[in-house]
Structures are given as C-alpha cells and as structure tokens.
T-cell receptor, first 111, second 115 residues
Framework: RKEVEQDPGPFNVPEGATVAFNCTYS??????FFWYRQDCRKEPKLLMS???SGNEDGRFTAQLNRASQYISLLIRDSKLSDSATYLC????????????FGKGTLLTVNP | DVKVTQSSRYLVKRTGEKVFLECVQD?????MFWYRQDPGLGLRLIYF???????EKGDIPEGYSVSREKKERFSLILESASTNQTSMYLC??????????????FGSGTRLTVV
C-alpha cells in the first residue's frame, strides 16, 4: 500500500455542486494531516489542516477517520475559482516534520 | 506571512553542468525541504534539513546534494545535471512547535530544463 493515495480524478462538477475528495494513508501513527491547493504551474498552498474532531473553513470541511485511515475534503457550493488540483499531505514514517504528499486530485468546476 | 523565495523561476542548463538552486525563508523556520514535482509522479522529497548544517536524504537523493550554512538558506546542488533532472523544483519551510506540525510554506518553484 502506498503511503498516501488519492483518486487522481479528474472531477468535473457544475457550479454550486458539492464535491468530496478522499485520501488514504498507510501509517497508522501519523499525526499531522493537511490539504493543499495547487493551481496550474504554481506552487501548492496550504488550504487547511485536518484535526481529529474535523474542522470547517467557510465552504470547506475537512475530516479525519483514524479507524479507516483516511482524510476527506468537502467543498460545498463550488465556485469556478475552486478549479485546481487538491493535494493531501500526511507526516511520514518516523517523523512529524516530513510530509508525504498524494499525487493530487484535479477538480474542474464548470459554469 | 511566511515568505519562501527561490532564486530563479526558470532555468536552462546544459548536461554535465553543476547547478545551484537557492531558497531563502524569512520566518526563522527550523525545517526546510527540497521536492521535485513531475507529472504523474507527484511531489517527491529530495533532501531536508532540521537545522543549520543538518541534512537528511529524502526519497530520491541520487544526483543531488544540499547545503545549509545559515538557518534561512537551503541550497540544492545538482552535481552534474542530466536530462532526467528536468523538473519543477519546490523548496518549502515549516515550523514544528511542541510536536505540532503547522504545515509547509512553499516557494514559487524553479522550472529547470536540462538540455
């Protein structure tokens, strides 16, 4: 099993839709979880951390399921500007400093 | 806001050249990282550093070395550039406080082409 896996998509959704991404991880001892957003030919930017109790930031909700070892990102009321690649990141084996990234899920929001 | 600055946005080098990629961060972060990103392969860790003069190999260190002489600066060196090192190179820094990781801030990347 790969350390961090994501469905590569692409996800094509209409404006206003709700879309969810999942990301599975293999290291049951992982403590740090993040979602990043990457626009085409730009650097990844931190979207949100994922906390054990789940957390929300506007239209974005992140959740952690330790039992099944996955994190999720839910985007409600999608906007055209949400079109991007979404990367999950999890701290690697033996280190809380080093992150392993998924390959990303491409989201396109259509008018 | 944390700023991570990479010295070049685009770089074209010849096979066999020694290449230096520079990265500077302004938030006094202990941890710095070099990744490369390739289509279909995602972000892969080349080297990282927990502190000045400290370095550790990542997942793909072959053909690369690093230098961290000052806390704010982390350099990636391609000893003898090859065409398979054509890639987007991303530097990142992070803080870890009392065991909590606050995530990375990335530089804007250097798109390196080796011809």
């Amino acid at each position: 099993r790969k350390e961090v896996e994501q469905d590569p998509g692409p996800f094509n959704v209409p404006e206003g839709a709700t879309v969810a991404f999942n990301c599975t991880y293999s290291n049951s001892a992982s403590q740090s979880f993040f979602w990043y957003r990457q626009d085409c030919r730009k650097e990844p930017k931190l979207l949100m951390s994922v906390y054990s109790s789940g957390n929300e930031d506007g239209r974005f909700t992140a959740q952690l399921n330790r039992a099944s070892q996955y994190i999720s990102l839910l985007i409600r009321d999608s906007k055209l500007s949400d079109s991007a690649t979404y990367l999950c990141a999890v701290n690697g084996r033996g280190s809380n400093y080093k992150l392993t990234f998924g390959k990303g899920t491409l989201l396109t929001v259509n008018p | 806001d944390v700023k991570v600055t990479q010295s070049s946005r685009y770089l074209v080098k010849r096979t066999g050249e020694k290449v230096f990629l520079e990265c500077v961060q302004d938030m006094d972060h202990e941890n710095m990282f070099w990744y490369r990103q390739d289509p279909g392969l995602g972000l892969r860790l080349i080297y990282f550093s927990y502190d000045v003069k400290m370095k550790e190999k990542g997942d793909i260190p072959e053909g690369y070395s690093v230098s961290r002489e000052k806390k704010e600066r982390f350099s990636l060196i391609l000893e003898s550039a090859s065409t398979n090192q054509t890639s987007m190179y991303l530097c990142a820094s992070s803080a870890v406080d009392r065991g909590e990781n606050y995530g990375y801030t990335f530089g804007s990347g250097t798109r390196l082409t080796v011809v």
